[in-house]
T-cell receptor, first 116, second 111 residues
Framework: DTEVTQTPKHLVMGMTNKKSLKCEQHMGHRAMYWYKQKAKKPPELMFV???????INESVPSRFSPECPNSSLLNLHLHALQPEDSALYLCASSKAPTSGGYNEQFFGPGTRLTVL | GQQVMQIPQYQHVQEGEDFTTYCNSSTTLSNIQWYKQRPGGHPVFLIQLVKSGEVKKQKRLTFQFGEAKKNSSLHITATQTTDVGTYFCADSGGSNYKLTFGKGTLLTVNP
């Protein structure tokens, strides 16, 4: 299984709602990532989890709260979002990098989020 | 990650023509990865280049890493409509996890 799955595919939420995005992989990868991608722009890294621990937070506002319940699952909890947070949210996973090397990232199909 | 400049931003070709996208950095890159994102899709890994002067081929795609490891290119020979999409280079900047993507080149192919 070389697939990263994400749910939901689409999400519309109001600024006062609380929602969660989910991501799952069964490739045994120990690094998982959240990216935000605006239209016609490259993916921007938000968070990295390594061995279920948060290792990188790219100064993301606290209205985005990541969680890694186990090595296969990654969540992104959303609360009090702004309309400018509307974007495609991509999850990715990779092997934990070995020294001197780097590993490809496998991306999920994304959740297209609209904040009204 | 380091700033990686990618050009051109857009390229429209007739089917059968060749296509090249370039990534350039002012500093030495540790390694570079290339991804393709189809319209409405998600990025898909194509290749990783690590060594100075490295050249790798995948069917009609040729990837190069410059001798100084400050630039990379992706060349597609005889484009097909299935090549449509945005091609991103991505630099790890020496980090084990953090990828910084170039702005991408959107390729459209006229059949």
């Amino acid at each position: 299984d070389t697939e990263v799955t994400q749910t939901p595919k689409h999400l519309v939420m109001g600024m006062t709602n609380k929602k969660s995005l989910k991501c799952e992989q069964h490739m045994g990868h120990r690094a998982m990532y959240w990216y935000k991608q605006k239209a016609k722009k490259p993916p921007e890294l938000m968070f990295v989890y390594s061995y279920e621990k948060l290792s990188i937070n790219e100064s993301v506002p606290s209205r985005f709260s990541p969680e890694c319940p186990n090595s296969s699952l990654l969540n992104l909890h959303l609360h009090a979002l702004q309309p400018e947070d509307s974007a495609l949210y991509l999850c990715a996973s990779s092997k934990a990098p070995t020294s001197g090397g780097y590993n490809e990232q496998f991306f999920g199909p994304g959740t297209r989020l609209t904040v009204l | 990650g380091q700033q990686v400049m990618q050009i051109p931003q857009y390229q429209h070709v007739q089917e059968g023509e060749d296509f090249t996208t370039y990534c350039n950095s002012s500093t030495t890159l540790s390694n570079i990865q290339w991804y393709k994102q189809r319209p409405g899709g998600h990025p898909v890994f194509l290749i990783q280049l690590v060594k100075s002067g490295e050249v790798k081929k995948q069917k009609r795609l040729t990837f190069q890493f410059g001798e100084a490891k400050k630039n990379s290119s992706l060349h597609i020979t005889a484009t097909q409509t299935t090549d449509v999409g945005t091609y991103f280079c991505a630099d790890s900047g020496g980090s084990n996890y953090k990828l910084t993507f170039g702005k991408g080149t959107l390729l459209t192919v006229n059949p």
